[in-house]
């Protein structure tokens, strides 16, 4: 195991006061509970992110329990996460943003140091990065800063950061998991066969929702019984693709008028049309994830411990779900996706509900998931300010009532993704409510955007405030450096009718830098 003085400090200044303080008393302090979703977007469910904004909520689904929380707790409007779920996972555990920890992707690098010299790229435009493999080794994790704190911290699904959640201080864990465990359609395939066409009568666990639950439910019970704090992370393999979900839910969709409308437009029946092609199947995926949701937030009533348990719903990444298009002239609120650093691809929706936090409220500012680490830190007694060589800050007063200052509003957040995917490799800071954006295949088309009047990114305004892009730009590859980030280089072998020739290539041009303001496509807004 890893050791870690400052740690130490944390529960040093929690006991400084002298005597048994009250922050150590067991009985006192709160339970954390992460419901961690994959692959979902900030208007993935029922819930509003932005009421004046009819786009910012998913049509037809039914989530109640995610209803619930939100009327309970403290919805995030702008809330952001990494572009890809494994950066996102490690952000989460460590408190650091993707350009620090430098796992910014997760891919194989070949046993590459710096930039990836595949023969892929070899005609592109630049060179792209590798990304850190693992958990840097010296990273404080949440379960190593919580332990010195008396909690007992579980990893119950999907981990995908590779090595051993056992060295990062979880006591209880599903292994080194990947997207793999939760497409349970493949077990139903025989050797040699594709996975069914259509969802199986015996499907009972899709996407192990149901196990998943079962086994934090049943952490928690053992918790709360031997009287000790605890720290849970749920991550969901829902809302990956491979949708699955139960027979029966699907059913309950496919018969809406709203999905019986889409299936004659498109050409499809609800007896014949394939898994990955029906909207009913993504729509009752989410009803059968909020139904697991439900089923742990009610075990914490049942278990007494509602008052003092933190509960926090998150998706690691943004999204783009055809299935919003399901309602007449209904469009995407944002542009871009997974693998894009447009706000597509790193707004996230997030609520939190627990002790002291005001039912039906909405927080404004600016968080991104790496003030996770120092917000539980802050919840379980201790001093995030003793945290080093992180970039997240406690929202734990915030969530509180305070509100927070101009240091706090614009403070500089950074996105880094130096690879090629479907996207290319570029960054991000997003400082108040303006957004700098930057491909390094343009390096002379300087991009900035004003959110608050623009969260499609539709408008280049870095020509009316050239000041702002020169200061946003200086601080973000100042503080590049000072982390030691990944930069992409020119890549002095570019061909650029090869790289044109290349599949990604037309979303590339479609989504990558423009100067003034670029043409809507027809589903966004």
Known sequence: MKTHQFICAIFVVAAASGGTPRTLIAAEKPNI????????????????????????????????????????????????????????????????????????????????EYYDESKQYADFPVVPCVSDMTLDADAVTIPEALKPLDYVSAHIGKWHMRGDPDDEGYVEHDGDTDNKPGNTLSTFAKDGEQKPRRLPENLIDPKLMFSVT?????????????????YLQISHYAMHAGQ??????????????????W??????????????DDPAVWLGMADDLDGRIGAVLDRIDALGIADKTYVIMVSDNGYRHEEL?????????????????WQGGIRVP?????????????????????????????????????????????LAKYMAGEKPDDAFLNRNLYFHYPHYRTSMPHSAVVSGQRKLLHFYDQRDVPMLFDLSGDMGEVHNIAAQEPETHRRLFKDMMTYFE????????PNPEFDASAYQQDKDYPKRKLWGAFTGSRPLEDDET
């Not at 779920?85 to 350009?99: A, E, F, L, M, W």
């Not at 409220?361 to 790496?370: A, H, R």
């Open 33 to 112: 509970v992460l419901l961690f979703i994959d692959d979902w977007a900030w208007n993935g469910s029922p819930v509003a992110m932005d009421d004046s904004l009819v786009n910012s909520r998913m049509p037809v689904i039914q989530m109640p329990n995610i209803q619930r929380l939100a009327r309970e707790g403290m919805k995030f409007r702008n809330a952001y996460a990494s572009p890809q779920c494994s950066p996102s996972r490690v952000c989460v555990q460590t408190g650091q943003s993707s350009p620090r920890n430098g796992f910014t992707v997760y891919m194989n690098d070949r046993g590459q």
């Open 482 to 489: 000072s982390v030691g980030a990944r930069i992409p280089k």
């Open 325 to 341: 298009r399901l309602q007449p002239g209904l469009t995407q609120p944002h542009h871009g996706s997974k693998w894009w650093i």
């Open 263 to 276: 299936y004659e437009a498109n050409n499809k029946h609800k007896d014949t049309v394939r898994i990955g």
């Open 214 to 230: 079962e086994k934090a439910i049943g952490f928690m019970e053992h918790q709360v019984k031997a009287d000790k704090p605890f």
């Open 244 to 261: 699955e979900c139960l027979p029966a839910t699907r059913e309950k969709y496919a018969d809406h008028p709203l999905v019986q409308a």
């Open 350 to 394: 997030m609520i939190v509900r627990g002790p002291g936090i005001a039912a039906g409220s909405t927080f404004t500012g600016n968080v991104v998931n790496y003030d996770f680490l120092p917000t539980f830190v802050d919840w379980a007694g201790g001093d995030a300010r003793q945290l080093e060589g992180i970039d997240g800050v406690s």
